[in-house]
């Protein structure tokens, strides 16, 4: 069982089903041995709603990860249908979670298939521009290839500089930068990892600003 990382994470297990016996874990990870009920039951405890709400309101919080103990485990309430029950809720589990995750593994699949496409399409358009039959000319550098013969290629100190103006008072809305959602408030998403005590001498944003994650970029 998962005891460090993400609310979405934490507490969920999984079944080992490996020829291997023993074998070792690092130690984030919580092994049990079921008594009189299957393993795949308490999997799918686990990983239900109540199970997740369970180890949601006992996690603590260290540095950016919530954890749980062996105890917040040993505490779960943990629903014992009668054995024939609990089987077939788990054979019903499996063959309808089995036909969604078929669909959810289609979806994802042209889901990369389209943000491929989006990819080229930007970078077909910002490198190539978009009349198709422009007379074209060597950038040259490699990795850039041939550009529109009536474009110039600037080097990027030429055209911005870097901000590093610091807030003061920490009084300003605190920002958060992802690839998918573009720049927004803190406020707005969902962000576990802990919060700083002060935002004073964080670098300020203004509007027009291009924002890059150095940690990903």
Known sequence: MNEGGD????????????????CIHQNHVFAVRPHGIEPEWLALVTSADCGRFFFMTRAKQSTNLASISSTNLLEL???????????????????????????????????????????AVI????????????????SGMAWLGQVP???????????FDER??????????????????GVTPRSEKTVY???????????LCFPDDLVTNTLWA
């Open 7 to 22: 609310f979405d994470k934490l507490g969920r297990g999984q079944v080992w089903n490996g020829a291997i016996d023993p």
């Open 77 to 119: 309430p943990v629903p014992c249908p009668p054995p024939t029950e609990r089987r077939a809720i788990m054979r019903f589990l499996a063959r309808e979670t089995g036909k969604i995750d078929a669909l959810v593994a289609e979806q994802e699949r042209l889901i990369a298939l389209l943000k491929e496409k989006r990819q």
């Open 123 to 138: 970078s077909q358009a910002v490198t190539k521009g978009l009349e198709a039959s422009a007379p074209m000319k060597e």
């Open 149 to 159: 013969a009536h474009w110039r290629v600037e080097r990027a100190r030429h055209l």
């Open 164 to 181: 590093d103006e610091r807030s003061e008072g920490g009084e300003e809305t605190l920002l958060t930068v992802s690839h998918l959602t």
């Open 193 to 203: 990892m802990r919060e700083a005590e002060t935002t004073e001498g964080y670098k």
